[in-house]
């Protein structure tokens, strides 16, 4: 069973920086896709950022692009995300997520087959 478990939310100001840690354990992460969805209260949940295991081809949401940087240590098996000039809109619960094998739609998060529990990300104005 893979699990999933994040780390670095927090409270920050505007324009400052946070980077998230996501430590997977429980299968061979050589291949599939990791990705962070973020969901702020009383908003669906929505694609932030993605990252092919195998080759570390990279996919953004066009509100984070520029400012947010996905990456992966494989002999880790961790996921992170680098967080610079946060605003106050990116303030939400922050969900790393795991899929086995490679799928175009790596912004759904119904492809996904493992979550993570979350971590809350305040950025205050």
């Known amino acids: 069973q893979v699990q999933l478990v994040e780390s670095g939310g927090g409270l920050v100001q505007a324009g400052g920086s946070l980077r998230l840690s996501c430590a997977a354990s429980?299968?061979?992460?050589?291949?599939?896709?990791a990705a962070w969805f973020r969901q702020g209260r009383g908003k669906e949940r929505e694609f932030v950022a993605a990252t092919r295991w195998s080759t570390g081809t990279t996919y953004y949401a066009d509100s984070v692009r520029g400012r947010f940087t996905i990456s992966k240590d494989n002999a880790k098996n961790t996921v992170y995300l680098q967080m610079n000039s946060l605003k106050p809109e990116d303030t939400a619960v922050y969900y790393c997520?795991?899929?086995?094998?490679?799928?175009?739609?790596?912004?759904?998060?119904?492809?996904?087959?493992?979550w993570g529990q979350g971590t809350q990300v305040t950025v205050s104005s």
């Open positions: 997520a795991d899929r086995i094998i490679y799928s175009s739609n790596y912004y759904s998060g119904d492809v996904y087959n493992f």
């Open positions: 429980g299968r061979s992460f050589g291949s599939g896709l």
